[in-house]
């Protein structure tokens, strides 16, 4: 059904401007019918975080960005959601056009903005679906105008604990001004430590929300080792590598669009993106989990990802180019990869590759 679904709606989405074909998937979603996602194999369970995921394929941040339709993406057979990125206040974003699709790339490029409804509006449909269960992540963010973005973090972390299954501390937008620079030495230890110390306030009993921070994937080796070094000692609970890039891939089809100005996503950022995986798998040595994100448009991919260090993965930019088919597609693509070799569970190859492919060459483009 889901295939037959795309055949006729990714042609049509793709005529309309990418902004308003986001905006209208958002509302299919809303009129999808009730129902419980069929069961995930068991092998493809995966513990992280604290938290039990019934399969490793999470939608990342960007698409429900105001906590509209989690329960409709989780029964399309995700094993988690993160909504967001969310702002204290409603935030317009950067002014339209923000979002181009690189069709012979299979890629995105986005200056949104943090376009986003704000805080309230956000906790108001969490707490509202609360009881269903489910993960849903909340990736929390700075306003663009804020005279302390570090604040920003700390107000979202103290509103969304309640109902947030995970939080995702988010420095690696390079859309919003300065934020980037939320990923240098001294800025991350403080935000960290006063993310972590709200986070301890809002702990209910033995439950503490689990934090992640998510990075950009043009990090130097150097500036990773710093960010990898305050993560642990800060006791931060896992990351997410990476968020768009900034470079332009000098094999990129469409290099008109390419000159537009914010984050790429999509195919060309996936040898990038795997090896920042793999580095920063190589510098926790187990300390925390990883989720990798980044082109990830095949079962082939995911298996890549997880196989450089990725306990979990997170897609966006593929579903725009491939369908909501390749949640299932990724899904029966990892259980036939564990059935030929004989594994009993996708924990047992996160990381297989990871030492290796730092001692690659790195990506050029």
Do not use: C
């Not at 990342?60 to 909504?83: H, I, S, T």
């Not at 490029?109 to 992540?137: C, Y």
């Not at 931060?236 to 990129?252: C, E, F, K, Y």
């Amino acid at each position: 059904m889901i295939r037959a679904f795309d055949v006729i709606s990714l042609p049509l989405l793709r005529l309309l401007d990418p902004e308003d074909a986001h905006r209208l998937a958002i509302r299919g979603l809303r009129l999808m019918p009730q129902g419980r996602p069929a069961a995930d194999d068991p092998r493809l369970a995966m513990r992280a975080f604290g938290l039990n995921f019934p399969n490793p394929v999470g939608l990342a941040a960007g698409f429900d960005k105001n906590a509209e339709v989690p329960d409709a993406l989780l029964r399309l057979g995700f094993g988690f959601v993160e909504a967001g990125t969310v702002t204290p206040r409603p935030q317009g974003g950067n002014p339209r056009p923000r979002l181009f699709r690189l069709e012979a790339d299979e890629a995105i490029i986005n200056r949104m903005g943090f376009n986003n409804e704000g805080a309230e509006a956000a906790l108001a449909r969490l707490g509202g679906r609360a009881a269903r269960g489910g993960i849903v992540g909340v990736n929390v963010g700075a306003n663009k105008d804020s005279p302390d973005f570090t604040a920003d973090y700390v107000a979202l972390i103290e509103t969304f604990a309640p109902v947030a299954s995970y939080f995702t501390v988010n420095v690696s937008s390079p859309n919003t001004p300065g934020l980037r620079k939320l990923q240098q030495a001294a800025a991350l230890d403080d935000l960290l430590a006063r993310v972590i110390d709200a986070r301890e306030r809002m702990r209910k009993g033995t439950n503490a929300t689990p934090v992640l921070l998510k990075v950009a994937p043009d990090l130097t080796l150097g500036e990773l080792d710093d960010v990898v070094g305050i993560a642990r000692s800060r006791r931060i609970d896992g990351m997410i590598v990476g968020n768009t890039t900034l470079a332009r891939p000098s094999t990129l089809r469409e290099q008109a669009k390419a000159k537009e100005a914010g984050g790429l996503s999509g195919r060309p950022l996936f040898r990038l993106s795997t090896r920042m995986v793999a580095e920063t798998f190589v510098r926790t040595e187990g300390a925390f989990p990883l989720v990798g994100v980044g082109g990830i448009d095949s079962g082939g991919a995911a298996l890549a990802k997880i196989r450089a260090g990725a306990s979990l993965i997170q897609l966006y930019s593929a579903l725009v180019y491939k369908g909501l088919g390749l949640i299932d597609e990724i899904k029966a693509d990892l259980v036939s990869v564990l059935r030929r070799t004989g594994r009993g569970a996708l924990g047992e190859i996160v990381g297989a590759d990871a030492a290796a492919l730092t001692a690659e060459d790195w990506p050029g483009g």
